[in-house]
């Protein structure tokens, strides 16, 4: 299906009720992410992940983001008997969000540019430049406490021509400060 984001997008403007809601402007946030991620580089292999986010709003439904994220990817043998080692991938991103609209259930698209830390036994460390996007919905518990899910796509722009793209499916905790 290539218009997986509509599901979301539908159900979310659809069972969100009404109510008092914050868009996010003048607005400090500081937010806990916890995920799995599915990597592509020679196989799918899953993994899991932590990181933080923190954000400011510029306006009614922009943000500038800073993030950063840690995976670790578990090792995995093909069923072509390729054995594909653990990776480690750290990344720091700068970017931002864009709220879709101002509802207890808040949908946001965002987008980053980063730098990208990525080891295994393999081929040990290698730097890397990379991009994200994603899609995530946060659900204001409280005026401060916002708790959420997200979509994040990772293109890691290896110089040996190889493409790296993990997809992390997370939950976030957000608190907001002022």
Request: hydrophobic letters at 50%.
């Amino acid at each position: 299906m290539k218009r997986w984001w509509v599901v979301p997008v539908l159900a979310s403007l659809l069972l969100a009720a009404p109510s008092q809601a914050w868009a996010g402007e003048d607005e400090w946030q500081l937010g806990l992410d916890l995920f799995g991620s599915v990597t592509t580089l020679g196989g799918a292999q899953g993994g899991a992940g932590a990181g933080i986010h923190a954000s400011y709003g510029f306006a009614p439904a922009w943000s500038v983001v800073l993030s950063t994220r840690y995976r670790l990817v578990a090792p995995k043998t093909t069923a072509t008997g390729v054995r594909l080692p653990a990776r480690h991938l750290t990344g720091i991103t700068a970017g931002v969000y864009f709220a879709i609209d101002v509802m207890r259930l808040v949908p946001f698209l965002h987008a980053g540019l980063g730098a990208y830390m990525v080891y295994d036994d393999v081929e040990g460390v290698r730097f890397s430049p990379g991009a994200e996007a994603g899609l995530s919905f946060d659900y204001a518990l409280s005026r401060r406490i916002n708790l959420g899910v997200d979509v994040i796509r990772v293109h890691l722009l290896r110089t040996d021509g190889v493409f790296w793209t993990p997809m992390d499916f997370g939950v976030r905790l957000t608190y907001v400060w002022f």
